[in-house]
């Protein structure tokens, strides 16, 4: 799944972030996957500690991928979602990368 993900310049802390959130889902069963368009006024940049990031690339809509509950927890419905963009054609998962000015 990572080869899915467009890290464009990606800095290292948020490529372990990423991997983090799909080796955590990576043991759970799919229930249902579907993508979502995004809301007309969403702001998807965001400053921290003084830098901007924004998507590696331009978003076109969420996918959403909702998991069975875990047999035997107290699990309720869990999802993970993520940005998706295209480029040249191909459909990659996106991530935060610092906006160079």
């Not at 972030?17 to 995004?38: C, F, M, N, W, Y």
């Amino acid at each position: 799944m990572l080869g899915l993900v467009y890290w464009g310049t990606a800095e290292p802390e948020m490529h372990r972030s990423v991997e983090h959130t799909i080796a955590a889902d990576s043991g759970l069963v799919i229930k249902r996957i579907s993508l979502q368009p995004l809301a007309a006024n969403e702001t998807l940049e965001y400053t921290q500690h003084g830098v901007t990031y924004r998507p590696t690339l331009r978003p076109i809509g969420r996918l959403q991928v909702e998991f069975l509950p875990q047999p035997g927890t107290n699990q309720q419905q869990h999802s993970t979602t993520y940005l998706v963009g295209v480029k040249d054609g191909v459909y990659f998962l996106l991530t935060a990368a610092p906006v160079t000015r």
